[in-house]
């Protein structure tokens, strides 16, 4: 990728989500892991990224506000759900947490109905009839799927630091 299109990619994820990437809420999410070594607010960064990247690569024209915020908060769940109160078959995170995260946006930020869709329906096809409706939520859906096997298979580029502590371990 260009550093050219990287660099517009990085400003407007700044431009949109501003308020989201400052919030002590949202901030904090880098203290819970999502997939192995990477934390929930890397992860949501990174799907914001990778979907504006998808609308760049294919000249996709979308409401790219709706979508970097929809992404920035489509996991807004605000808990480890490594721990002993959110893991096994009786709590099914993957199907229950699009609700809170939906649930904690909203108490904090008033959102479109696009981005409640991305949000509410990023799991699909896990949960059935929560649809994508709109172009932003299927991108956002297909980036947080391509995001998501990237980390889980440990793909992901580890930065310097990580590499270090991965030695010490």
């Known amino acids: ?19 989201i990437l400052k919030s002590e809420n949202f901030r904090s999410s880098a203290n819970n892991i ?3 070594n ?3 607010m890397k992860h949501s960064m990174k799907v914001a990224y990778t979907g ?3 609308c760049h690569k294919f000249k996709i024209k979308c409401n790219k506000s709706d979508l ?6 489509h996991d807004y769940f605000l808990y480890d759900w490594h ?5 096994g078959l009786q709590n099914l995170h993957g199907f229950y947490h699009p609700g809170v995260a939906l649930k904690n946006a909203m108490a904090e930020y008033e959102l479109t ?8 329906s990023h799991m699909w096809p896990l949960t059935l009839t929560r649809i994508p409706k709109c172009k932003e939520a299927w991108i956002v859906t297909a ?4 995001v998501s096997t990237i980390e889980s298979l440990r793909l992901n580029k580890l930065t310097k630091t990580e590499r270090i502590r991965s030695r010490i371990k």
Not at 83 to 87: F, G, I, K, L, Q
Request: aromatic share 8%; hydrophobic share 30%.
């Open 143 to 146: 980036a947080d799927k391509y």
């Open 34 to 36: 999502q997939h192995s």
């Open 83 to 87: 721990d002993d109160d959110h893991r």
């Open 1 to 19: 990728m260009s550093e050219r299109r990287n660099y517009n990619i990085r400003r407007e994820i700044r431009k949109y989500g501003s308020d």
């Open 38 to 40: 990477v934390s929930v």
């Open 68 to 73: 970097v915020r929809g992404a920035l908060l």
């Open 113 to 120: 109905d696009k981005q409640k869709n991305i949000i509410r």
């Open 52 to 54: 504006l990247w998808i």
